[in-house]
């Protein structure tokens, strides 16, 4: 056993109801929490979809009012958690019900914050910073990736700086998660596929993050396995919601894992460009994971060759240099069976905007927990090779 697992570790989940139709019993738990106002925080394109529809009448009967907060917008921003928390408090409101993708549930997380501990989303910043459990929070994720159902994190733009900040605290855990693939069948093929590979990345950095442990390590490398056998398969026509399923399972283990063992330099590179540049969350990590993997994987060889075993790569007997190929060889077809490009094209991009980036990588949490300690330097080479500036 290693040092490593041997050492105090926590593990904070919550309730968690997990299969077809989940969504289904959300009546039930608002009497369990006897709500008679609940918020529903959710972004406006979510009104096009049947089961959202289907999911709020199931509300109705169980309280005396339901009000709508659907301002959200992808990278979630300061201004908007300070809207639906003043929106909560003045309207008396009770519950909050996220509805939605990562976006969503990290905006509910923010306005339950600031309802109950006043001053600024902002002022939250960091580890264990928030002072008071927040009113209840029920969520129902409608994609595969973010599981911000049940994690300790909430990220949310700082508009003054355009810096992504992270909130990392057991009092964001929601109270339930109702996780359901049925949301999951009209979701976009591309953003399915950009989740889901945020999914994956998940599951790897929790892997090779310096705080795993045993609890964080069983999730993850399940998490692996599930995710890669139907990646490329949700985001066909023909997929099944037993496909979709499995997405979730393995996105959901994937949840448990990094919420508890946090995350690495994929992450920290992808909120710093998601920040500045307004880029989607899961594109970013699918582009940047490659180049991650190869610079971190001289630091821990024999936990990649665990992940490769997820990956169904038949490593048993290969030299370290074969293995790490052959893992990036997976992650890249991977990638481009999905239509995710290698690189992001960005107008104009200039020396100074790049200093930034790599500043603001190396200040996220994300990047204190990652096996091998960056240098500005290596950090400004993989933006060179993931960012290509367009005149
Ligand atoms: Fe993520």
């Not at 909430?154 to 929601?174: C, G, L, M, Q």
Request: proline share 5%; with cysteine.
């Amino acid at each position: 056993m290693t040092e490593t697992l041997l050492e105090l570790r926590k593990f904070v989940i919550p309730e968690i109801i997990i299969g077809v139709d989940a969504r289904l019993l959300i009546g039930r738990y608002i009497s369990h929490f006897n709500a008679k106002k609940p918020m529903i925080v959710t972004d406006k394109a979510i009104h096009d979809f049947e089961w959202f529809h289907e999911t709020i009448n199931l509300i109705r009967p169980h309280v005396e009012k339901l009000f709508f907060f659907d301002e959200t917008t992808p990278n979630p921003k300061d201004i908007e958690a300070m809207l639906g928390a003043d929106l909560f408090l003045s309207l008396g409101c009770d519950l909050i019900i996220a509805i939605g993708g990562g976006s969503s549930i990290d905006c509910a997380k923010c306005i339950s914050i600031v309802a109950s501990n006043g001053g600024n989303i902002l002022d939250y910043e960091g580890v264990d910073e928030v002072k008071m459990p927040g009113p209840p929070l029920i969520c129902i994720p409608t994609t595969a990736g973010s599981s911000a159902d049940v994690s300790q994190f909430a990220i949310i733009k700082d508009t003054a700086t355009n810096i992504k900040r992270a909130i990392i605290s057991k009092k964001v855990v929601p109270d339930l998660a109702l996780i359901d693939p049925v949301p999951l069948m009209t979701m976009d093929p591309y953003l399915t596929a950009c989740t889901a590979m945020d999914a994956l990345t998940h599951a790897i950095e929790a892997y090779v993050s310096n705080t795993h442990s045993a609890l964080t390590d069983v999730h993850a490398l399940e998490s692996i396995r599930l995710i890669s056998q139907v990646i490329e398969k949700s985001t066909s026509p023909q997929r099944t919601i037993e496909t979709m399923f499995q997405l979730m399972l393995g996105s959901l283990q994937a949840g448990l894992a990094f919420s508890n063992a946090s995350l690495g330099a994929v992450h920290a590179m992808s909120h710093s460009m998601g920040g500045l540049l307004d880029l989607p969350h899961g594109e970013c990590n699918s582009i940047l994971l490659e180049h991650i993997i190869r610079i971190n994987f001289e630091t821990v060889p024999d936990r990649y060759r665990n992940i490769a075993r997820q990956l169904d790569l038949a490593v048993d007997n290969v030299s370290d240099h074969l293995l790490l190929e052959m893992i990036i060889n997976r992650i890249v077809s991977m990638r481009e069976n999905l239509n995710i490009p290698p690189r992001i094209m960005v107008n104009n991009l200039e020396e100074s905007t790049v200093d930034y980036l790599v500043e603001n990588a190396l200040n996220d949490p994300c990047m204190v927990t990652n096996p091998r300690v960056l240098t500005k330097e290596e950090v400004r080479i993989i933006y060179g090779r993931v960012l290509q500036s367009q005149k």
